[in-house]
């Protein structure tokens, strides 16, 4: 297994890189308009459907509700005059209220969730809550100030990824050493309290970094840790929210897409979180 993981991390990893540094925005939006697709098809299974045309059906779902959004707005006008386009800012809007209600039903787990754990509809529908704005959000940054530095918006996405790998790199070593109070044993029992605040801790150094790197005003780095750590405790609430639909459908991993890690959302379930959050904090008070 661990050798499964390392081969399948070190053919991803470049790729990944690769395509958001160097593909061209046009194309880039088509290729995480795939991911979504791939997404929502384990979105399918956590939701309780066991038929494999009914997952591919709702991942072709999603898909087409990605290139609707690329036929709505055209991806050199996501951004006019320094401001998101209103559309994709308002489904910013929706997902930032989405993980709201999504914090209160963890928070609640396992009281109060019948009227969505009995039905796959409702379930699905929090799929496409969770990844149309992951798109919207990863399209958005990437095309930030594309026609001045093509550069920009790949540094934003690394930004987050940056802060959310050392969360989780952080919240595992603080967990495992000094982790005792448990976060939610409901619905992911291995997180603590101690782990969550060791990975925001951790973060903040990414934090600093860029605020250095971008010379950030001091009047304003309190915002940027502000905006920072709220974008790392949200991508916990993403992991914990995976969990809980998991926990739900009875399953341990969200597919067996990657080898021997499991699911892609296995993968990405904190950054479906991260990114809508982070990218409507940004529109609304950095851009």
């Known amino acids: 297994m661990l050798k499964q993981r390392i081969i399948t991390a070190l053919i991803l990893a470049p790729l990944a890189i690769m395509a958001i540094l160097f ?5 880039f939006q088509y290729v995480i308009a795939g991911v ?3 997404g929502g098809y384990e979105w399918a299974n956590m939701s309780g ?12 779902i999603l898909l087409a509700g990605c290139l609707t959004l690329i036929g709505i707005v055209d991806v050199d006008l996501i951004w006019s005059q320094g401001a998101l386009n209103e ?5 910013l809007s929706v997902a930032a209220v989405w993980w709201l209600a999504s914090f209160f039903m963890i ?10 754990r009995q039905s796959w509809m409702i379930r699905c529908l929090f799929g496409v809550l969770t990844l149309i704005p992951t798109w919207v959000a990863v399209v958005a940054l ?12 790949a540094s934003l996405i690394f930004y987050v990824l940056g802060i959310v790998w050392a969360a989780d790199i952080g919240a595992f070593f603080v967990g495992v050493k000094f ?3 448990k976060l939610r044993p409901n619905v992911s029992p291995g997180k603590t309290f101690e782990g969550l605040f060791g990975g925001i801790m951790a973060s903040f150094a990414i934090i600093a970094f860029a605020a250095l790197h971008y010379q950030v005003e001091t009047s304003r780095i309190w915002l940027h840790l502000l905006i920072g750590g709220l ?3 949200v991508s916990a609430l993403g992991d914990l929210n995976e969990s809980m639909f998991k926990r739900c459908a009875g399953i341990k991993d969200s597919g067996r897409i990657l080898p021997g890690h499991g699911g892609l959302m296995d993968r990405i379930d904190s950054l479906t979180a991260a990114f809508p959050v982070f990218a409507y904090c940004y529109v609304t008070w950095m851009a």
């Open 231 to 233: 974008t790392v405790g």
């Open 23 to 27: 593909l061209p925005i046009h194309i």
């Open 49 to 60: 459907i066991t038929g494999r045309p009914y997952k591919i059906a709702f991942g072709l």
């Open 142 to 153: 990437r095309s930030s100030l594309y026609d001045v530095d093509t550069f920009y918006g």
């Open 107 to 116: 928070l609640a787990y396992p009281r109060y969730s019948a009227f969505w």
């Open 36 to 38: 979504v697709a791939l």
């Open 87 to 91: 559309f994709y800012h308002w489904i």
């Open 179 to 181: 982790g005792r109070h």
